[in-house]
């Protein structure tokens, strides 16, 4: 079973923040961890059974704990006598990211897992508000919009979407909604898979808001 580890910046002292135990059916997976600003929290997409190969957003104290569900668990699956049509697929919930003043949550969205044939669009960026626990859609993009990233500043968000065969970067003003291709293309997204790994690789701002740290083609630019 996979669980939530952190270390110092040189890699020494690593420990456990989360202790799950192991499960009987499929293993645990943790996918794409991040801190909140205050840096007293880690965020990280976790599938676990039994729930049904989705992926769900938790966070962790940085000392440690069980750790608090963001957003409603998904409904138990029916059993074998349940009456009425079949329930709606779960969200599948990836890539969560922080707004800097630790308010919001975005990370990108699907419906289920794994379907042959998928018809694009599959993910879009959502926005859960701490506060309040409302749920908001951002984008809406035919390519899909995955493994969202907000700039220090809180002014931009950037997201991978693909375009005809490959995947892209666009930057959207978060004041005014305008958005523009940022980088294209960039490293090819796993969207039509499982995504067990998120669909995309994670990348950064540098500090000062000029620049991308990112990978393409198993390099770093």
Known sequence: VENLWVANADGSN??????DTRTNDRPQIMVSPTWTPDGQYVIVS????????TFGLFMYHRDGGTGVRIGPAPPPPPGPDAQGPPPAPPTNKLGAVSSPDGRFIYYAQRTGTFTYNAQFPLWQVYR?????GDVSQVTNARGSAM???ISPDGKWLVYGTRHKTETGLRVRSIET?????????????DQESLSSRDTLPGYD???DVQALILPIGGTIH
């Open 205 to 207: 701002f540098t500090p």
């Open 177 to 189: 909604g305008a958005e523009r291709w940022l980088i294209y293309p960039v490293t090819r997204d």
């Open 14 to 19: 690593p420990r456990a923040i989360s202790k």
């Open 147 to 149: 493994r969202p990233l």
């Open 46 to 53: 976790k599938s676990r059974p039994p729930e049904p190969g």
């Open 128 to 132: 859960h508000d701490r506060e309040t």
